[in-house]
């Protein structure tokens, strides 16, 4: 049988047909085309998958960075608002039992902080009613000399003391 061949595959092919030749040989070249293009395929696969990967981790990161850029130009930071803008979109909860009020002659105070209400509360109530009405009143060491009928200094002398004594008590519950 003659006939000619022009390349390499196709002389493969020829052989298989053939049935002078033996089948053994047949088998073996098969096998190993079969081996080579699932290898092959196998490697094609792997290469569209990655590109595939590459290409849904690209446009995730796209659409992750445009949604962060709508956020922050629709978005305010609580730091960056003044503390009169701040006021309008927060609440504070206030409690009773967090609130601390003194009676001074007329005026009933409220003391919003703990510590600082315990320690006006264990001041002498002469010293407890000049930083009342010094603190939270607005009241003038001169119209408070007037109320007891005094002199400034001595009021002046009596609200340090009493400032001084705050400061201890409040430094004694801070390491608690």
Same mark, same amino acid.
């Given at each position: 049988?003659?006939c ?7 002389f493969?092919?020829? !052989?298989c #047909?053939?049935?002078?030749l033996? @089948?053994? $040989? ?7 085309? %079969?081996?080579?293009? +699932?290898?092959?395929?196998i ?25 962060? !850029?709508? #956020?922050?130009?629709?978005?305010? @930071?609580? $730091?960056?608002?003044l503390?009169?803008?701040?006021? %309008?979109?927060?609440t +504070? ?38 930083i ?43 390491h608690?």
């Amino acid at each position: 049988m003659i006939c000619s061949i022009k390349n390499a595959s196709s002389f493969q092919e020829y !052989r298989c #047909r053939s049935p002078s030749l033996p @089948s053994a $040989s047949c088998n073996y070249h098969t096998n190993r085309q %079969e081996e080579n293009r +699932t290898s092959e395929n196998i490697e094609i696969l792997q290469r569209q998958f990655d590109a595939y990967c590459t290409k849904v981790l690209k446009y995730a990161a796209i659409t992750y960075y445009h949604a962060n !850029r709508r #956020r922050k130009a629709h978005e305010v @930071s609580f $730091s960056s608002l003044l503390e009169k803008d701040l006021a %309008e979109v927060s609440t +504070t909860d206030r409690y009773p039992c967090m609130l601390y009020y003194f009676q001074v002659r007329e005026w009933l105070v409220e003391v919003q902080s703990e510590p600082l209400g315990n320690a006006i509360g264990r001041l002498t109530p002469y010293r407890r009613e000049i930083i009342l009405l010094s603190y939270f009143l607005g009241f003038k060491n001169k119209e408070i000399a007037a109320l007891y009928g005094c002199n400034p200094k001595n009021i002046s002398y009596h609200k340090m003391r009493a400032v001084r004594q705050i400061r201890a008590e409040m430094e004694v519950r801070r390491h608690e």
